[in-house]
């Protein structure tokens, strides 16, 4: 069974810094990793994706603030959020798409941003 947990989410200033954590469990050979988040009344939108062969991906809106890296060994996947901004408040979820097609979510971790 294959399991996605998400660590590292919470309450920090405008101006500050999270580091998110995934963690994959399961049978699963990872082909993207991908972070999403989802504010309350809008669409989940990708923030970052990184591939096996460490190519990254961007939104235009946490371009230069975020970085997204991954460790294959440890089947982990983070997400350095710097110069965090209210708007960046969401429930971030991380996501894997397997060499096979099939993608897997985790269950969220809450980011919130005070101004």
């Known amino acids: 069974q294959v399991q996605l947990v998400e660590s590292g989410g919470g309450l920090v200033q405008a101006g500050g810094s999270l580091r998110l954590s995934c963690v994959a469990s399961?049978?699963?050979?990872?082909?993207?990793w991908s972070w999403y988040r989802q504010a309350p009344g809008k669409q989940r939108e990708l923030v970052a994706e990184i591939t096996n062969g460490g190519t990254t991906n961007y939104a235009d809106s946490v371009k230069g603030r975020f970085t997204i890296s991954r460790d294959s060994a440890k089947r982990t996947v983070n997400l350095q959020a710097n110069s965090l901004k209210p708007e960046d408040t969401a429930v971030y979820y991380c996501k894997v798409l397997t060499i096979w097609g099939s993608s897997y979510w985790g269950q969220g971790t809450q980011v919130t941003v005070s101004s």
């Open positions: 399961g049978s699963i050979r990872i082909n993207t």
